[in-house]
């Protein structure tokens, strides 16, 4: 299994990037994680719209959707020029009907309901989700394929559910938003040294940290994962590539 960050910021993208979204490659097919703000022509210098076997959605905050119109729009010309030939499905929860409506779009989207405590396969892929706590419902995604498995916490601050459900992961892709000043302060989302607790609790192999913050010494992030998680740990950085 092959993952690659196509980008890693929370909020809003830095100049020239874009926001946390991950490309999650094995035998041919590729899953999007998120599909937020400057993720598509990202994900453009990497592969094409035809080559996108489905999209993945933890929740319907701006730096996670803002991408899935223009996806929309590119799937819509490649399909009028006789380029695609498939509906790409798009996973994500309903309880904001709203939004999930905006899934499916002219035929060549359609948005899959992702239930709570869902599991289901998408090509070789084993997937399953976790609810986590944020100001808006949203989904921790775990993905398995080929023996390994990566999970994906999305935004979320601490809680203990994603202990059992990140357990023995090859890869931890945790968000980290806050600076240890701000522990408590910012509802929705964790620390670095949170991060690495979740990952030595969970005993992964692997931690990187996304959803990162535009301003301070993110270096910090790091430092402070490394308290709690004995493991290897990196801030994910675009394009960069993990093979499992």
């Given amino acids: 299994m092959k993952i690659t960050t196509i980008g890693m910021w929370g909020g809003y993208p830095e100049a020239g990037e874009a926001t946390s979204s991950f490309l999650i490659e ?21 592969g094409t719209i035809e080559e996108l076997d489905a999209v993945l959605i933890s929740h319907y905050h701006p730096d996670h959707v803002a991408d899935i119109g223009v996806l929309q729009h590119a799937a819509m010309i490649q399909t009028q020029l006789g380029n695609l030939s498939k509906v790409i499905p798009i996973y994500g929860h309903t309880q904001d ?3 999930f409506e905006k899934l499916s779009y002219k ?15 998408i090509g070789p892929f084993h997937i399953s989700v976790c609810p986590t706590i944020h100001p808006v419902y949203c989904l921790a995604y775990r993905i398995e394929a080929g023996g390994k498995v990566v999970v994906f916490t999305a935004d979320t601050q601490w809680t203990d559910d994603l202990v059992p459900f990140a357990q023995e992961a090859d890869l931890l892709v945790s968000e980290a ?15 670095g040294e949170e991060a690495g607790k979740l990952a030595a609790q969970a005993n992964v192999k692997r931690l990187v940290l996304t959803h990162l913050p535009q301003y301070g010494d993110r270096s910090i992030l790091v ?15 675009t394009k960069q590539v993990i093979t499992l």
């Fill in 223 to 237: 430092t402070e994962a490394k308290k709690r998680y004995t493991g290897p740990v990196e801030l994910a950085s």
């Fill in 107 to 121: 035929g060549v989207t359609e948005g899959k309901e992702v239930m709570e405590g869902a599991s289901f396969e």
């Fill in 97 to 99: 009907s709203v939004e």
């Fill in 26 to 46: 094995y035998e041919g097919t590729r899953l999007l994680f998120d599909c937020g703000s400057a993720v598509l022509s990202t994900y453009l210098t990497l």
């Fill in 177 to 191: 938003n806050v600076y240890p000043q701000y522990a408590g302060k910012i509802q929705g989302h964790m620390t």
